[in-house]
């Protein structure tokens, strides 16, 4: 990507560390519990471990226990190598009751898949499992929008079931749960760039191309910051409080074709062209989540919002350190 060419600020060509409020860092440090992390290859467990590493500093690897798909190295930005465990281990662990954040899900893209309901219930029994054998001092499990549509899409049933499970779970072992209905992430570690919107519109910039739009009708969406939702996530644990079925959202809701020429201006390309196709009449396609029930859930956990311009700044400069 070349944002210098495009007279980009300096901001969005630097690497910017992901980190927990000052508080809040300090406030886990002197919580000396574990912290089980699954789901590290996606967009929240890779947030999730730089945040950590960042607030933990020579003891995150005391501390922190990490789960994927099968057992491999993860390198940190920092340059720090973290040994995931294969997740199936997770099925025979023991250790004292910790912070588990559950992000080991497949998505909607695997939907199509024979196997995706029994996958995701497997991963869900597992962990399940192994806070029944071994409890634990708080969950955080991200849900989704989707969950609002269960009765048309599997995978947002798969979500309700997951909130039900862990809900129920959390208050029959009594240990907070932190469920957010998560709609529209930004920030750093944002992956499949080629699925997101707002990806593309930033990767379309930053080459120096028309920004192409495929919607023509009204498309609105409101975007949080994935370091909030995590901060927002591990503050109610580490305060316990449970905060179940709010949805993650943004300041403002945008319409695709807004949002657009938003990027292209907190890039530094104001002019630049944004393509459309011919609009014609049809339902708008809101997905934006409801913000006073965010903003409740922020304060709650002691958490000061991004607004939408910082989140373009963070996502575009994490892309681009990618080269």
Same mark, same amino acid.
């Given at each position: 990507?070349?944002?210098?060419?495009?007279?980009?600020?300096?901001?969005?060509?630097?690497?910017?560390?992901?980190?927990?409020?000052?508080?809040?860092?300090?406030? #886990?440090?002197?919580?000396?519990?574990?912290?089980?992390?699954?789901?590290?290859?996606?967009?929240?467990?890779?947030?999730?471990?730089?945040?950590? =590493?960042?607030?933990?500093? !020579?003891?995150?690897?005391?501390? +922190?226990?990490?789960?994927?798909?099968?057992?491999?190295?993860?390198?940190?930005?920092?340059?720090?190598?973290?040994?995931?465990?294969?997740?199936?281990?997770?099925?025979?662990?023991?250790?004292?009751?910790?912070?588990?954040?559950?992000?080991?899900?497949?998505?909607?893209?695997?939907?199509?898949?024979?196997?995706?309901?029994?996958?995701?219930?497997?991963?869900?029994?597992?962990?399940?499992?192994?806070?029944?054998?071994?409890?634990?001092?708080?969950?955080?499990?991200?849900?989704?929008?989707?969950?609002?549509?269960? !009765?048309?899409?599997?995978?947002?049933?798969?979500?309700? =079931?997951?909130?039900? +499970?862990?809900?129920?779970?959390?208050?029959?072992?009594?240990?907070?749960?932190?469920?957010?209905?998560?709609?529209?992430?930004?920030?750093?570690?944002?992956?499949?760039?080629?699925?997101?919107?707002?990806?593309?519109?930033?990767?379309? +910039?930053?080459?120096?191309?028309?920004?192409?739009?495929?919607?023509?009708?009204?498309?609105?969406?409101?975007?949080?910051?994935?370091?909030?939702?995590?901060?927002?996530?591990?503050?109610?644990?580490?305060?316990?409080?449970?905060? =179940?079925?709010?949805?993650?959202?943004?300041?403002?809701?945008?319409?695709?074709?807004?949002?657009?020429?938003?990027?292209?201006?907190?890039?530094?390309? $104001?002019?630049?062209?944004?393509?459309?196709?011919?609009?014609? !009449?049809?339902?708008?396609?809101?997905?934006?989540?409801?913000?006073? &029930?965010?903003?409740?859930?922020?304060?709650?956990? &002691? +958490?000061? #919002?991004? $607004?939408?311009? =910082?989140?373009?700044?963070?996502?575009? $400069?994490? #892309?681009?350190?990618?080269?």
């Amino acid at each position: 990507m070349h944002n210098d060419r495009l007279g980009a600020p300096r901001q969005l060509r630097l690497m910017k560390r992901l980190c927990l409020p000052p508080a809040l860092a300090g406030a #886990l440090r002197l919580r000396d519990v574990p912290v089980v992390v699954t789901g590290t290859g996606g967009w929240l467990g890779q947030a999730a471990l730089e945040m950590l =590493e960042g607030a933990l500093g !020579e003891d995150f690897a005391r501390r +922190v226990r990490v789960y994927a798909a099968a057992a491999r190295d993860v390198r940190l930005r920092c340059g720090l190598v973290v040994q995931a465990r294969a997740f199936a281990e997770l099925e025979r662990e023991a250790g004292p009751p910790g912070l588990v954040l559950h992000f080991a899900f497949l998505t909607r893209g695997f939907a199509q898949a024979p196997d995706f309901e029994a996958v995701n219930r497997r991963i869900t029994a597992a962990v399940r499992g192994y806070i029944e054998r071994n409890g634990a001092a708080g969950v955080f499990i991200p849900s989704s929008g989707a969950a609002y549509r269960a !009765e048309h899409d599997i995978y947002g049933a798969l979500k309700l =079931e997951d909130e039900a +499970v862990f809900a129920a779970l959390a208050k029959r072992l009594g240990f907070p749960a932190v469920i957010p209905r998560i709609f529209n992430l930004a920030g750093p570690f944002i992956n499949n760039v080629n699925h997101y919107a707002l990806a593309c519109m930033i990767a379309d +910039v930053a080459g120096g191309r028309p920004v192409r739009l495929r919607a023509a009708h009204p498309v609105w969406r409101s975007y949080a910051h994935v370091g909030d939702v995590l901060s927002i996530g591990l503050a109610g644990l580490l305060r316990g409080v449970t905060l =179940e079925g709010f949805d993650t959202a943004g300041e403002v809701e945008v319409e695709i074709g807004d949002l657009a020429a938003r990027v292209a201006r907190v890039m530094g390309a $104001g002019g630049a062209e944004i393509i459309r196709p011919a609009w014609r !009449e049809g339902a708008a396609d809101y997905y934006t989540g409801d913000m006073a &029930g965010y903003r409740r859930a922020a304060a709650l956990a &002691g +958490v000061s #919002l991004r $607004g939408l311009d =910082e989140q373009i700044a963070d996502t575009a $400069g994490y #892309l681009a350190s990618l080269g």
